[in-house]
């Protein structure tokens, strides 16, 4: 945003100031990620108009005007990394990138239990929940363990162990950039997540428990699409 004197305005063009000031949150990327994406939507004979960070353009259409004003946070659990976007008075104030996501925690699913990676997404898909009281039942789930010949079972609160765990880190990793930052008590309007990995059953519940505030789900507002 801008500042016109003691003002803060979104848009400054044709007002008058002695003093004209500007908040920005620069995000950096290298020119070769850039062609590259430039390069696959030329060969798909799609043209680029601008390009624009994910989380900017997620939080254009998940999160409301007011949450953005009272401070909220962006939570994205994609496939290969997880990001937050803090957004406060209006705009971005912080946002980073953790190199731990939906494709971290198969493989560590696929380690514990000595299984390949395709097999490892198949019992995170098929079984898979983020809070193990969530499943009072134990019971065997049949699996294919790397070079044995033999039928392998698996316990699923072992399987839901170690997806819990895994989700956790992620909460402390969040809890922790968020606090180093000072911004851990600035999200009136809590968290908005999203992304493939967040899909997984009691997700929410689990962010809930772990970074104690609102929770929400996020969801596409098509009016501004």
Do not use: W
Not at 66 to 87: E, F, M, P, Q
């Amino acid at each position: 945003n801008f500042t016109v004197d003691d003002r803060v305005v979104d848009y400054p063009i044709g007002l008058e100031a002695e003093v004209l000031g500007v908040e920005v949150h620069l995000a950096s990327v290298s020119n070769q990620s850039l062609n590259n994406i430039t390069k696959c939507l030329g060969e798909c004979d799609i043209g680029t108009d601008n390009i624009i960070l994910d989380s900017i353009a997620s939080g254009a259409v998940c999160i409301t005007q007011d949450d953005k004003d009272k401070g909220v946070c962006l939570l994205d659990i994609g496939a290969g990394v997880s990001n937050i976007s803090v957004y406060a008075k209006g705009g971005v104030v912080f946002s980073h990138v953790f190199k731990i996501g939906g494709n971290s925690i198969t493989e560590n699913i696929a380690q514990v239990f000595n299984t390949s990676f395709a097999e490892a997404e198949r019992l995170k898909i098929e079984y898979g929940s983020a809070i193990l009281e969530s499943t009072l039942t134990d019971k065997l789930i049949r699996f294919k363990q790397l070079e044995a010949t033999d039928v392998c079972y698996l316990s699923l609160h072992e399987l839901i162990l170690v997806l819990e765990s895994s989700y956790k880190e992620i909460c402390t990793l969040v809890k922790r950039t968020l606090k180093t930052q000072k911004l851990d008590r600035a999200l009136k309007s809590g968290f908005v997540i999203m992304g493939g990995a967040s899909e997984i059953p009691q997700c929410k519940e689990l962010l809930l428990r772990e970074l104690k505030t609102r929770i929400k789900v996020a969801t596409i507002n098509s009016d501004l699409v």
